[in-house]
């Protein structure tokens, strides 16, 4: 029988597996040579319990918190695990190392207290262990050394794209990015200045994640519907800058105060301006800033007259038609579009409607507005539609009139992602 160097069974010769292989007469006597080596090191006194030769170790759910390491203490760790010459000795250390970051004691030497600030690295505890658990759980030293130099390269270098902070070299980290194209949100964020007073907000969670993924930090975004300032109210929480323009003098006040009322630690700017987005003057606008295009765009516009947010004939939900809707809507488009930035994104949250027992697929009207303006399509999020508050107190209504109509309760909206070009 022939056993791969981490301990798996298989009936495949040893030429025809990459690594070294050990036979299984061969395992316990070279458990037992290495364990001297085990004990050498950083790691000493954190041995894993004691378990079969080759058995990979206990697994429980652990925490989601996070652990502030000295990065000096962590490569000399790993330095160590990079030098074992023997699968043995690679795996006794990997699991001493493991153990140790899952118990964490009080007193854990120089690993977890980091004396010197500029030395000290925050890493997610479960992200670190699944790290080392995929080195354990490879098949030959050569993988397991791969996954090993993986980590310590996430641990001394930043690698970002052209379009966000996100460091590729630690992307598991970041398990809290929404990836899928299917947003079930069961409850809007209302930390902070977030408040869901104004019919016409969307959750706090659509921007945020949009901004995360499509700018830096310091980078701008302009929101051409602000509404009650929810994006902009990201903006200070995400250190970007932030400009909202709102046709509705009144709940342009609104979002002022709101958005003044998060806290802006980074002093990033945050401005609502008062104007139709159709016509306002954005230039102007970003050179007193001393922009010249922002990065990000973000659009939620009435889902036509679903609402009827004023009685301004400039309003698009006071649109006469959908055709003179989508009219509007180009317009804000156009006059938008010169002011962002080439290969950024513009993001556009729309809905679908009903009239006159027709579904108006409002979204994919919207969506190929935006594309015949030269934008190109990124993605198609489909989000859950929480219940408006018109509806909520009339929901077995609703569903006798979808039974007896035929229709569909809307349960849904788009989130579209386009990239100009």
């Known amino acids: 029988m022939i056993v791969t160097e981490f301990g798996v069974p298989g009936g495949v010769?040893?030429?025809?597996?990459?690594?070294?292989?050990?036979?299984?007469?061969?395992?316990?006597?070279?458990?037992?040579?290495?364990e001297a080596e085990v004990r050498n090191g950083p790691l000493a006194g954190f041995e894993p319990q004691q378990r079969p030769s080759f058995d990979i170790p206990e697994r429980e759910p652990l925490p989601r918190d996070t652990l502030a390491l000295s990065k000096t203490a962590l490569l000399q760790c790993l330095s160590?695990?990079?030098?074992?010459?023997?699968?043995?000795?690679?795996?006794?250390?990997?699991c001493a190392l493991r153990e140790r970051i899952v118990q964490r004691p009080a007193k854990n030497g120089d690993l977890f207290l980091p004396m010197d600030p500029d030395d000290a690295v925050n890493l997610r505890r479960d992200t670190l262990v699944f790290e080392i658990d995929q080195m354990l759980d490879a098949l030959t030293l050569d993988r397991a050394k791969y996954y090993l130099r993986r980590l310590e390269s996430g641990l001394v270098k930043t690698r970002t794209s052209a379009i966000n902070d996100i460091n590729l070299l630690r992307w598991k980290e970041y398990d809290d990015i929404v990836t899928d194209s299917l947003w079930i949100i069961d409850r809007?964020?209302?930390?902070?200045?977030?408040?869901?007073?104004?019919?016409?907000n969307f959750v706090p969670q659509i921007p945020q994640q949009m901004m995360r993924r499509y700018t830096k930090k310091g980078e701008w975004v302009l929101d051409t519907f602000t509404g009650s300032g929810t994006t902009l109210i990201e903006c200070r929480h995400l250190s970007r800058n932030g400009v909202g323009i709102e046709l509705s003098p009144h709940v342009a006040e609104a979002a002022k105060r709101l958005v003044a009322a998060e806290p802006n630690p980074q002093g990033i700017t945050s401005e609502v301006v008062v104007a139709d987005s159709r016509a306002a003057d954005i230039g102007t606008l970003l050179a007193q800033h001393g922009q010249r295009r922002v990065q990000l765009l973000i659009m939620h516009p009435p889902y036509h007259d679903i609402i009827e947010f004023s009685d301004d004939a400039r309003d698009l939900s006071n649109a006469e038609s959908t055709e003179a809707f989508l009219r509007m809507f180009g317009q804000v488009v156009?006059?938008?579009?010169?002011?962002?930035?080439?290969?950024?994104?513009?993001?556009?949250?729309?809905?679908?409607?009903?009239?006159?027992?027709?579904?108006?697929?409002?979204?994919?009207?919207?969506?190929?507005?935006?594309?015949?303006?030269?934008?190109?399509?990124?993605?198609?999020?489909?989000k859950n539609f929480d219940t408006t508050r018109a509806k909520r107190s009339q929901e077995q209504l609703w569903r006798y009139r979808a039974l007896v109509g035929g229709f569909f309760i809307f349960k849904h909206e788009y989130v579209l992602v386009f990239q100009k070009q």
């Open 13 to 34: 010769p040893p030429a025809k597996r990459r690594g070294r292989t050990l036979e299984t007469d061969d395992c316990t006597s070279a458990h037992a040579r290495d």
């Open 80 to 94: 160590e695990l990079t030098s074992a010459e023997t699968p043995a000795v690679f795996k006794n250390k990997a």
């Open 188 to 200: 809007r964020d209302t930390s902070g200045a977030h408040a869901g007073w104004y019919w016409g």
């Open 334 to 382: 156009d006059n938008t579009t010169p002011w962002l930035e080439t290969g950024r994104f513009l993001v556009v949250v729309i809905g679908d409607k009903y009239a006159k027992g027709e579904w108006i697929p409002l979204g994919f009207y919207c969506m190929s507005e935006i594309m015949k303006r030269g934008y190109l399509l990124k993605s198609i999020v489909v």
